[in-house]
């Protein structure tokens, strides 16, 4: 069995597309999910399936339609690609105040960013680096505050789901709980 981090866009945000983390958990079991554990309430999930990605990704986007009446993006990756993001963050000297540290997760090829646009946007303070399969935002002034933050999907040209450094670290842990 494969150990996958879901990461589930735009659920629990501002009153809409409300999923409980408990019907969450069930709900993955009945798609075939092992050992699942969810963390905070925006979307994060931790198991096991012998499934492909892209059938269960679309299984789970599926199974959440017809159970919530809405059908979010699931960015769906196994454990290994997952650690082989964290370890390649480019600001470890960021991780002591991970609420300024984000990462963006990829959900296809970023085959034409708009580079110039992300750089005027950025602020003085801040540091990026887009990978093949992430963005990495380090915002020291805050997330909130951040122009470049606002506009990551449109200027990557590609669907993403973001997380801060404290969740991204506490996905890897449940992770390896399940491995251990």
């Known amino acids: 069995m494969k150990i996958y981090i879901a990461l589930i866009r735009g659920i629990n945000v501002g009153g809409?597309?409300?999923?409980p983390m408990p019907q969450l958990r069930?709900?993955?079991?009945?798609?075939?999910?092992?050992?699942?554990?969810?963390?905070?309430?925006?979307?994060?999930?931790?198991?096991?399936?012998?499934?492909?990605?892209?059938?269960?990704s679309s299984s789970i986007k599926t199974a959440?339609?017809?159970?919530?009446g809405f059908a979010p993006d699931v960015c769906l990756l196994t454990f290994e690609d997952y650690q082989s993001i964290v370890a390649a963050n480019p600001y470890p000297d960021a991780v002591d105040t991970p609420k300024y540290l984000h990462v963006w997760f990829l959900m296809g090829a970023a085959n034409d960013?708009?580079?110039?646009?992300?750089?005027?946007?950025?602020?003085s303070s801040e540091r990026y680096e887009l990978l093949s399969n992430?963005?990495?935002?380090?915002?020291?002034?805050g997330i909130g505050r951040s122009k470049l933050a606002a506009k990551v999907d449109k200027c990557l040209g590609v669907q993403t789901t973001a997380r801060n450094w404290r969740t991204v670290t506490k996905l890897a842990v449940l992770a390896d709980s399940i491995i251990n």
């Not at 809409?16 to 999923?19: G, P, Y």
């Not at 959440?64 to 919530?68: G, L, S, T």
């Not at 708009?114 to 946007?121: A, F």
């Open 134 to 141: 992430a963005f990495y935002l380090h915002a020291p002034d």
């Open 26 to 56: 069930n709900l993955l079991d009945r798609v075939g999910c092992k050992d699942v554990q969810t963390y905070v309430q925006s979307g994060n999930a931790v198991f096991r399936s012998t499934q492909d990605a892209n059938v269960l």
């Open 64 to 68: 959440i339609n017809e159970q919530f």
């Open 16 to 19: 809409s597309h409300n999923l």
């Open 113 to 123: 960013p708009d580079l110039d646009t992300l750089e005027s946007l950025r602020s």
